[in-house]
Nanobody, 123 residues
């Protein structure tokens, strides 16, 4: 059974940092692109960042470039999203998910998804 379990969300002040973790089980990350998307109330889903299992290609949405960093630990089967210089606009539920597509097409064919973790950026 495939499971993606996110952790690391919370409340942080503007300018602060958080690191999200996604522990994967029952799946080999080499076969998928894995990454993060977010959804804020009243807004469409946004693909935040992803990393391809086949060639390590990394994608970032323009809204997070230079502030967020995605990484993968193949031994622990875990993907991380380091989020720095957080802004109120980053407030959303963040989901870890796998996909058959990479880059900006990551959201187009999600395969597995975690339960999400809330990130709130507020003073």
């Amino acid at each position: 059974q495939v499971q993606l379990v996110e952790s690391g969300g919370g409340l942080v002040q503007p300018g602060g940092s958080l690191r999200l973790s996604c522990a994967a089980s029952g799946i080999t990350l080499d076969y998928y692109t894995i990454g993060w998307f977010r959804q804020a109330p009243g807004k469409e889903r946004e693909g935040v960042s992803s990393i391809s299992g086949s060639d390590g290609y990394i994608y970032y949405a323009d809204s997070v470039k230079g502030r967020f960093t995605i990484s993968r630990d193949n031994v622990k089967n875990t993907v991380y999203l380091q989020m720095n210089s957080l802004e109120p606009e980053d407030t959303a539920v963040y989901y870890c998910a796998t996909s058959y597509y990479s880059g900006p097409y990551y959201l187009d064919h999600l395969v597995h998804r975690g339960q999400g973790t809330q990130v709130t950026v507020s003073s």
